[in-house]
């Protein structure tokens, strides 16, 4: 207070009279040790995240994975796959010590303790440094997680004719396949016919009927008499009706030539 000039109020010297915009800490007194998680941080992320999405997506173009028909529960030959993802437990499972009377060992125990480790690895080596020779521990427990899903992921694909499965089990386009739901036999194959062969006679549960040389004889006898597995008296209608149904089934493979 001074006499005749009012009040005057002090300023604390702890509190900056000008206001600063919110900008990360200044960590340049600890080189190496810690960083700003934005921008720093956050932009190294997104650099490694882009190269590695960049890169699969031109792998991807460069090697689409084959698309195959439809489930054929009737062949017994067909040998299925996971998709390459699970291939390397897929392969594991055909070792002597994961599989048989060890089945759980390989199912659960084994992939169980891998990615358990894997998510205790950090935890479990949790130094101050970053660089790899000071993570030896995180370091080692990843590499060798990957060298093993590396290596049985390709043991078990060298073994499969990729492009051969492809072309063996590749569906018909529907576009080559005109259906005429006015033909008197159409009515006879939905009832009878398209729960297994689909509504294009694409198949499905049973085999794919469009491609077929058979003449209408033949198709007459195989839907009373049955074929494989395919059981007898799967038509049950007239004879008028099993001739409707076998020209219908004829005039489809014309139009799909």
């Not at 660089?131 to 370091?139: D, F, G, I, L, T």
């Amino acid at each position: 207070m001074h006499k005749g000039k009012g009040m005057k109020f002090v300023g604390d010297s702890r509190i900056s009279a000008e206001r600063k915009p919110n900008i990360p800490k200044d960590y340049s007194e600890y080189p190496g040790r810690t960083e700003a998680f934005w921008p720093n941080f956050l932009l190294k992320e997104w650099l490694a995240g882009s190269v590695f999405l960049v890169g699969f997506l031109c792998l991807t173009l460069a090697h689409p994975s084959p698309l195959e028909g439809m489930a054929d529960p009737t062949d017994a030959a067909y040998i299925p796959l996971p998709d390459w993802y699970f291939l390397f437990l897929y392969e594991l499972l055909k070792y002597e010590f994961a599989s048989g009377d060890f089945i759980l060992l390989g199912m659960l125990v084994l992939p169980g303790l891998a990615f358990g480790a894997l998510l205790l690895a950090p935890f479990l080596d949790n130094g101050p440094g970053r660089r790899p020779h000071q993570r030896p521990v995180a370091v080692g427990m990843m590499l060798l997680g990957l060298v093993s899903v590396v290596w049985l992921t390709y043991t078990s694909a060298s073994h499969v004719d990729w492009e051969s499965r492809a072309e063996a089990n590749k569906p018909i386009p529907a576009s080559e396949v005109t259906i005429d739901t006015e033909h008197p036999g159409y009515a006879s194959y939905e009832n009878s016919c398209v729960a297994c062969h689909g509504a294009e006679l694409e198949g499905g549960a049973g085999p794919a009927l469009v491609g077929s040389d058979l003449s209408a004889e033949e198709i007459a006898t195989i839907a009373v008499e049955g074929i494989g597995s395919m059981p007898a008296d799967q038509f049950q209608g007239t004879d008028e009706e099993l001739e409707q149904l076998a020209d219908f089934i004829v005039t489809v493979n014309e139009s799909a030539e």
